[in-house]
């Protein structure tokens, strides 16, 4: 098998490293798929929906999530037809109506030309792309927080709805969510998050705090530190 | 038991156990399928023994407790075999009289047998009975003359026999193609045609290649499954047993509903008992084809059924889909290449190796072969599963083999395919049952279920039942399927509550497609498909939901009234009870009132009133 494969995207003449994804080619032609669940640094999951294309292959037109469907010799892709366009526009009305307030939400409605959701309101804020579980799981390597129930009372949380024991306090979760749904601060020492308040270890020599004690040990334990390696900011060092 | 070391030693040792049936024995065959045992089987079965041990009959007659008949309605359900007397209903106290009668006297028991409600006439043998008559049951047949629990009763009809005749004759690839040439097609839901499955799975590369039985069976009202799993287990291991010889595969699952304890029962006594006799495990009848069948209890969800999410819940990950464009024959379970296939495409297999690709394709359609099993429910006279030719049409399953309507009523529609199956009108009676007419319907053959609705069902109202369904399965993962179906049925709550809006049915089609065009699974593929097929045959009964603020079926409570018609009704106070909130008034022989204002539309007055004098507007 060759290393490469020839492809069109909305009738371009591409080629792509096999293996890769349509996203990634794409994204590489500077073609423009909106998308919300993927995220280079984790694995292709396809939840949200809203990457589809239309793809014909062997005489087969289909719909596809793009950030999973792996380019193939001779496949032919529109990122634009009123299919995709009626899939699109579905799945931004229907988490529009789960959080109408992001601006990332409101962004990608606007370029579909969604004013605002026709279904029935019922706020959850969160939008279950499952980047700040995948995160954790696979880039944090941790695996503090989970789906709980399924279908649409599906909700991220924390094992059995209490402090989640296995949580370092780094905050992934909430840097990856892309609606800043998950509550996360820092005051006087104390790091909360997941409803629970993490102490931070303080600089010996400058008193600054550094990050959540958690954190640090986790980092000494995995990396196999030294006991005293983060004891000193690094400002201090 | 002695290990069977060549394919010889097995034809020797099945006609060992041929000769020792005592052909001038009577059976007295009972069924014990779930349906039949929760009317008290047990206890007829035990009654039998009893009187037989005492009257000292052993050498005349034999008890067989055997899998489902399939007329579960009219069970305890007792054949006596030679004759196929039919008698129905048998009660504990019917067992002596059946012995003298019957047995040993050759007379029928009138009011044992079934009695045709359309000509009145006594049926006395199963074949003539209207339900069994149309049937053709090549695999639920094989269900009354074995019990499930004896090796040797599968092995006295022929059983194991495909698999030794493929083992001693059979190469691999030609297996696959006498499997192709039938044209055996999955009996799971998609239809997918098995031999090219099975050489798309030899044929990729990898190691070790597994075979999975499904037997998930997660549609409500469905017991196709479990009935062949529980009465005649050995058929569908010795379908897997093909199977994985023709696949190159040496690892096989069996995944089951949970809830299906018998059957987890009786598979696993028959792996032993095929174990025992060499047909299962290491160089099976002494041949290089080794292969295994570890049983896996199910995850509990209907979605544990569809392929991904089966394989994630054997692999001890949450039974949800993945959405892989890579077919499982390349990378399944464990990534491995993998055979999935439904327990009645299994069960089909030994059928069609011991009769041959030619004489299956005989049987059905241009592209349907065979036969399919169907659960067939609903508003219809005649419940139970049965097993008809493909080919066959809608009309004859439900007027013929279903008796039709009951309480004289019309029929209105019927569901096919599951949940996420279509809803086909009286206009379609005449159709095919095959996997494409019923697609092209609308609708889908699916697993086979079969639901009847008469003229009281309200088409919206049973769209919302199903979309409801789906929507509690739905795995939550993906957008469309978990807010979709969330949201295409609170549009049908509000229609069914009066409050249905302008434009409302262009929405849900508009929804309904590109859910299903965006799904990651089939679930959401499917799901808005009860919508769509009745918006499609019923828009009228929608329209009238929405601009009429009325229910034509009388349905949906809050767009009826019920009214007492004063010139029919005689004031016979059979509705007085029933009401729940003392809404009628009147005396007896006099015209009865209702006051609309107590009235909470339960529709209990309509349902008792034996002279149509409750009418609903
Ligand atoms: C939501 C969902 C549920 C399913 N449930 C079942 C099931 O209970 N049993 C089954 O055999 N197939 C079920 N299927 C179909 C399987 O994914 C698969 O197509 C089938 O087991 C393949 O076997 P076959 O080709 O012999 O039909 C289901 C599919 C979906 C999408
Ligand atoms: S980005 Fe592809 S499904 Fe979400």
């Not at chain 1, 490293?17 to 993927?38: E, F, M, R, V």
């Not at chain 1, 596809?64 to 009626?86: F, K």
């Not at chain 2, 899998?67 to 067992?95: M, T, W």
Request: hydrophobic share 35%; aromatic share 8%.
């Amino acid at each position: 098998m060759s290393d490469k494969v020839n492809l069109t995207i909305d009738g371009r003449k591409l080629e792509a490293p096999a293996g890769s994804t349509i996203l990634q080619a794409a994204k590489d032609a500077n073609i423009y798929i909106p998308h919300l669940c993927h995220n280079d640094e984790l694995k292709p999951y396809g939840a949200c929906r809203l990457c589809v294309v239309e793809i014909t292959h062997r005489n087969r037109t289909r719909i596809v999530a793009s950030c999973i469907y792996e380019v193939a010799e001779g496949l032919e892709v529109q990122t634009v037809t009123e299919r995709v366009l009626n899939v699109r526009k579905l799945v931004i009305e229907l988490l529009l109506s789960r959080n109408k307030k992001s601006q990332v939400l409101q962004d990608i409605a606007q370029k579909l030309e969604v004013e605002k959701s026709r279904f029935e309101l019922d706020i959850k804020g969160c939008i279950l792309c499952g980047m700040c579980i995948r995160t954790c799981k696979e880039v944090v390597g941790v695996n503090a927080i989970g789906y709980k129930s399924r279908g649409f009372t599906r909700e991220v949380a924390t094992p059995f709805d209490e402090t989640p024991p296995d949580c370092i306090a780094c905050g992934s979760c909430a840097y990856v969510c892309p609606v800043d749904f998950i509550q996360y601060s820092e005051k006087n020492g104390v790091r909360t998050i997941w409803n629970t308040e993490f102490p931070m270890q303080k600089c010996t020599k400058c008193g600054r705090h550094i990050a959540p004690v958690k954190q640090l040990d986790h980092f000494k334990e995995t990396l196999n530190l030294p006991e005293d390696h983060f004891d000193i900011c690094l400002h201090c060092r | 038991m002695k290990k069977l070391t060549t394919p010889q030693d097995f034809f020797d040792y099945q006609s060992e156990v041929k000769k020792s049936v005592d052909p001038k024995k009577t059976q007295i065959i009972i069924c014990a399928g779930s349906g039949c045992l929760a009317y008290g089987t047990q206890k007829l079965i035990d009654g039998f023994k009893a009187e037989i041990e005492q009257q000292n009959l052993q050498d005349v007659m034999d008890v067989r407790a055997s899998g489902c008949h399939g007329f579960c309605e009219r069970g305890p359900i007792v054949l006596i075999s030679p004759g196929n007397i039919f008698y129905q209903k048998v009660g504990l106290k019917d067992a002596p009289e059946i012995i003298e009668k019957t047995v040993l006297n050759g007379e029928t028991i009138e009011r044992l047998l079934y009695k045709d409600p359309q000509t009145g006439e006594k049926i006395i043998r199963e074949h003539d009975v209207g339900f069994y008559k149309k049937q053709q049951r090549f695999i639920l047949g094989q269900n009354s003359q074995i019990n499930p629990t004896s090796i040797n009763d599968y092995l006295a009809i022929g059983g194991y026999g495909a698999l030794a005749k493929v083992l001693s004759e059979t190469k691999p690839q030609e297996v696959i193609d006498e499997i192709i040439e039938a044209n055996l097609r999955g009996r799971g839901g998609g239809g997918f045609p098995a031999g090219w499955k099975w050489d798309s799975t030899r044929k990729a590369v990898g190691d070790p290649k597994y075979v999975i039985c499904n037997a998930d069976e997660g549609d409500p009202g469905a017991y196709m499954d479990r009935s062949i799993l529980e009465g005649n287990p050995h058929t569908v291991l010795e379908g897997m047993l093909i199977g994985a010889y023709a696949i190159g595969s040496s690892e096989g699952y069996i995944y089951v509903r949970n809830e299906y304890p018998l059957a987890v029962t009786n598979i696993t006594l028959a792996i032993e008992q095929a174990r025992e006799l060499g047909l299962i495990g290491k160089n099976i009848m002494g041949t290089d084809f080794s292969f295994d069948i570890q049983i896996n209890r199910g995850g509990g969800a209907f979605v544990c059924g569809e392929s991904s999410a089966l394989f994630a819940s054997i692999e001890g990950r949450a039974g949800e889909p993945r959405a892989k464009y890579v077919h499982a024959t390349d990378r399944g379970l464990y990534d491995k290449p993998t055979c999935l296939n439904n327990v009645e495409t299994w069960a089909n297999v030994p059928l069609v190796i011991s009769k041959g690709a030619k004489w299956y394709q005989s049987i059905g359609t241009e592209n349907s072969k065979g036969t399919k099993i169907f659960a067939l429910v609903g508003k219809i006279n005649n419940t139970g599963l049965v097993e008809v030719p493909m080919g066959i049409t809608l009309r004859e399953i439900i007027f013929e083999i279903g008796g039709g309507i009951p309480k004289g009523r019309k029929f209105k529609a019927v569901q096919t395919g599951g949940p996420s199956g279509g809803c086909i009108p009286e206009e379609y009676l005449d159709s095919p049952v095959d996997f494409d007419e019923l697609t092209k319907l609308g609708s889908m053959m699916g697993s086979g279920g079969m639901i009847v609705m008469d003229e009281r069902t309200c088409m919206v109202d049973i769209a919302r039942y199903f979309l409801q369904f789906l929507e509690d399965e739905s795995c939550g993962k993906c957008t469309p399927c978990r807010e979709g179906v969330h949201q295409m049925r609170v549009i049908l709550d509000r229609i069914c509550e009066g409050n249905g809006q302008e434009g409302d049915i262009e929405t849900l089609e508009w929804m309904g497609q590109a859910i299903a065009d965006g799904s990651l699974c089939a679930l959401g593929g499917s799901a808005p498909a009860p919508v769509l097929s009745t918006i499609r045959y019923f828009r009228d009964e929608y329209e009238a939901h929405i601009k009429d603020k009325k229910c034509p079926a009388g349905v949906c409570k809050a767009l009826i009234t019920y009214k007492i018609d004063s010139e029919t009704c005689n004031g016979c106070h059979l509705c007085f009870k029933p009401c729940p909130t003392d809404a009628i008034a009147g005396e007896k022989k006099k015209l009865h009132t209702l006051d609309q204002d107590k009235c909470i539309q339960c529709g209990a007055c309509y349902e008792v009133c034996k002279f149509d004098a409750v009418i609903v507007e």
